[in-house]
């Protein structure tokens, strides 16, 4: 399987849940609402030039700082498919997980991306390629029971599933 996006680059490390959505909408669990205001304290521009489907790539430590599903949910809903980082917070990344949303640890592709970068990720193969400058760039796969997760929607829809069986 493989997901086809264009990038939003934000190599700064360290970028924590506060930046991705700003406690002040933590109000609201609405993802349409949330979603509007994904990112806003980093780019006043990022809801707008994001299209569904396009990747968020980052530097290391991405989703620090508090716990809080709404940063998954803001991104998810603004139409990010996936995040592509250096390094996760280990709570951000199981957030995901546990939310359905695709998250890629890679080293190098806040280095090797740009923003408006055509990519292509390859999941199966553990490959992302940077379709503009026809480079290939590797990622730590998933493990089998996250991609379950991933594949079933999150956490919740995978023990449904189960359940009803």
Known sequence: MSIHGFAHVYPRGHINTD??????????QDPAFLAKHAMEDIDTEFVKRVKPGDILIAG???GCGSSR???VWALKSAGIQAVVAASFARIFFR???????LVLESCEAAEGIELGDEIEIDLAGGKIYNINKN????FIPLSDFARQLIDSGGLL???KKKVEG
């Open 60 to 62: 290391t430590d991405f």
């Open 19 to 28: 930046e991705i959505i700003p406690a002040r909408y933590l109000t609201s």
């Open 69 to 71: 599903e709404h940063a």
């Open 157 to 159: 829809p995978l023990v």
């Open 135 to 138: 480079k290939e760039i590797k």
């Open 95 to 101: 957030n995901a997980i546990n939310n359905g949303f």
